[in-house]
């Protein structure tokens, strides 16, 4: 079974408006954080931003926030006022303290942005 | 602080040759994973070090691909002999300890295999 899914494989945003990517999670630990990266078609991974599963609040880091949801097991990264700098690759990324199947920090497939001028 | 350094950054096999890679991870980083991402997916993961302990290595083909990690430090990802499918770019991470600590990307090798 997947433990992320990004059901999203591409999607597009006028600049300067805001745009919501998915991802969803499968686990059983009761103790795991959450990443969002960024890869650019140069390759890079950058990453964007963190949420631990104990986190009470939403995390945020500039113009991005986690729209976390921890009963539905979702995760989604909220980018504001986008940029044409923003079009990239975003990958989901789970991380456990005790994984069953000692698979750790996986990733999602991804979901492609585009940022249209 | 140094990033996470890959070499070589390109390199084009024919297949059944061999093929290394090296990687040194950030210093003072415990745990070191080498990816996998083949054009247009995720990354895969392919196998996680724990200083110099395998942690899990479940989706490494181990029948061609072998993976150490000598001194807790630098690690190589070694392919013998390589297939038509292996062309990727095979990436490079490490982080410390904690459940909240991001891991940190080297800029990868693009293999390609003819």
């Known amino acids: 079974a997947q433990k992320i899914t990004q059901t999203q494989p591409g999607m597009f945003v006028q600049e300067k408006e805001a745009v919501t990517l998915d991802c969803t999670y499968d686990?059983?630990?009761?103790?795991?954080?959450l990443f969002w990266y960024k890869q650019p078609s140069s390759g890079e991974m950058i990453f964007l931003i963190y949420?631990?599963?104990?986190?009470?609040q939403n995390a945020t880091e500039g113009r991005y926030s986690l729209n976390f949801q921890k009963a539905r097991k979702s995760a989604n990264l909220v980018i504001s006022a986008s940029q044409l700098g923003d079009s990239a690759m975003y990958f989901c990324a789970m991380r456990e303290s005790r994984p069953l199947d000692g698979q750790n920090f996986v990733f999602g497939p991804g979901t492609r942005l585009s940022v249209l001028p | 602080e140094a990033g996470v350094a890959q070499s070589p950054r390109y390199k084009i096999i024919e297949k059944r040759q061999s093929v290394a890679f090296w990687c040194n991870p950030i210093?003072?980083?415990?745990?070191l994973y080498w990816y996998q991402q083949i054009l247009g997916q995720g990354p895969k993961l392919l196998i996680q070090?724990?200083?110099?302990?395998?942690?899990?290595d479940s989706q490494l083909p181990k029948d061609r691909f072998s993976a150490e990690r000598l001194k807790g430090v630098d690690s190589t990802l070694k392919i013998q002999p390589a297939k038509l499918e292996d062309s990727a770019v095979y990436l490079c991470?490490?982080?410390?300890?904690?459940?909240?600590?991001?891991?940190?990307f080297g800029q990868g090798t693009r293999l390609t295999v003819v």
């Open positions: 991470a490490s982080s410390s300890r904690g459940l909240d600590t991001e891991a940190f």
């Open positions: 210093s003072g980083h415990a745990t």
């Open positions: 070090f724990q200083n110099n302990g395998v942690v899990d």
């Open positions: 686990t059983s630990d009761p103790s795991y954080g």
């Open positions: 949420q631990g599963s104990y986190d009470q």
